[in-house]
Structure formats: C-alpha cells, structure tokens
C-alpha cells in the first residue's frame, strides 16, 4: 500500500493577484479621489502571495502586524498616500521599511471597494442590515456612491440593527425625520457633508459613518434621519469581502482580518 503524497498549495503570482483584482474593481473606470491612488501601492520583492492579510488603513501598526502574521499581501481601503506627497522619514520611512524588510506588498482600493455590487463596502453592510432590494443612489462624479432600500421599521429597531451590524459599537442618531423609516440611503465613510444632496434624492433616513458638526442641525431642518455608525465601522465590510473573494479564486488560506478600531 503505498504512502498518500502530500500536496502543498503553490503560491500565487502577485501580479496576476493585483491584474485579477484591478478587473473585478474596475479601478481604472471608477473615479476617486487623487490621493487614493488605488491599486498595488508597493511591490515586494518575492512578487508572490502566500497569505493575506486585510485591514481598513495602512498604519504602522497595522504593517507590523501583518509582517508578524506572516503575510505577504496587504488589503488596505485607505491606502499610503492619503496626504500627498511626504518626505521618506519618521513614519513613513519606518512603514515602507518595515513592509519591505517582512517582504509585504500593499493594495490599496478606496471608492472602487465602496462601489463594488458585491464586495463593497455598501453592499455589504445592505446584506448585514437584511436589505434585499438595495438600489445604486446618490451621484457622484458620474456613479452611484450609495445604495437605497425601501423599508419599514421603527427607526429605533433599524438603530439596533445597524448597531449589530457593525460590531456592536456606537451608533450616534440624528432624530431629525420621521419615526418609522421607509427610504434607507447608505454611503459608508464619512459623507455626512452629503446630507443635503442625499435628502434630494428623497431619502427620508441616511446611514453612513460620520459627517461635520453642522451635518446634524442640517438634517433636521430638511427633516431627515442620520445614523452616524462610524466612518472606521462601515468600512470594514469590503476589506474582508474582497479578502475572502481572493482566497476562493487562488485557493489562498484565509485572510487574517487586522482589525484597529479609530473610535471614529
């Protein structure tokens, strides 16, 4: 009886990783911000990938971490370059040293990710809060940022549903509309500066992870809703989404999910 062999996984060739990825986002069609500067933001120099690690934002901590979790693939949707173009010092000398010393690329998806009708941030967190009939709404340089649903509940049980949805954390609520929801609109992150364009489209309650001061008083002299669930809440839907996705389609083991919560 001979002996059954042992197989091993063999690893995946980052650039055919970032080109498989590039396409299911469609990151050269969707528009973003200059800053985002979505894709692979850094190489490394094995150009393999054996393991995944996903996190909400390129921090020092969360490149350590995944260094010492063995990954060689960062998911990030907030990538390196948030503030332009920076001096190679202090932090950021010692993020991009760490990365390339643990041998760690870093991919970056910003509103791509949000957008995505599967992946997406957007999506996702309509699937979490039970929404079926989720719709694209609210124009933004020429796409649907967010997602609509026409629904019926109690605002206080749709606050508790969102509450649950992201990890049991805080959930700030602006009672400025009506009792019972019935026109859900959804941008994850931070567009509470949104509101008024949101309301136009005659929403009657608005969930997304923070906005302004003045997005508050806003909303209710136009009579609406807002959930503020928290900008680093709402956004760590895709990261794992797409973390997952990549596993099945190279046979990769799960991706470990960094998680450092801002509190915002």
Not at 156 to 170: M, P, S
Request: glycine share 12%; net charge positive; charged share 20%.
């Amino acid at each position: 009886m001979s002996a059954r062999r042992k197989t091993t996984k063999s690893p995946a060739d980052l650039a055919t990783v970032v080109a498989a990825m590039e396409r299911e986002l469609r990151v050269g069609e969707v528009p973003d911000y200059p800053g985002a500067l979505n894709g692979l933001q850094l190489a490394s120099r094995g150009g393999t990938v054996t393991r995944v690690a996903v996190a909400v934002d390129a921090c020092e901590a969360v490149i350590r971490r995944a260094v010492a979790a063995g990954a060689d693939l960062l998911l990030v949707h907030h990538g390196l370059f948030w503030s332009g173009a920076q001096r190679i010092e202090g932090a950021v000398f010692r993020k991009l040293a760490t990365a390339m010393d643990g041998g760690l690329a870093i991919y970056s998806c910003h509103v791509p990710l949000d957008v995505h009708p599967v992946l997406g941030n957007n999506a996702q967190l309509a699937a979490a809060l039970g929404l079926r009939n989720a719709e694209p709404f609210f124009c933004w340089k020429g796409i649907k940022l967010g997602l609509r649903a026409a629904v019926d509940m109690e605002r206080e049980a749709l606050v508790a549903r969102v509450r649950t949805a992201v990890g049991g954390g805080a959930v700030h609520v602006c009672p400025g509309g009506p009792s019972r929801v019935r026109r859900l609109g959804i941008v994850s992150g931070g567009a509470g500066a949104e509101i008024a364009a949101a309301a136009a489209e005659g929403i009657d309650t608005f969930l997304t992870g923070e906005g302004p001061h003045w997005s508050y008083t806003l909303a209710e002299e136009l009579g609406v809703n807002v959930l503020y669930a928290g900008h680093y809440a709402t956004e760590t839907f895709g990261v794992r989404a797409l973390g997952r996705w990549l596993g099945k389609k190279f046979r990769l083991p799960p991706a470990v999910f960094l998680d450092h919560p801002t509190g915002l």
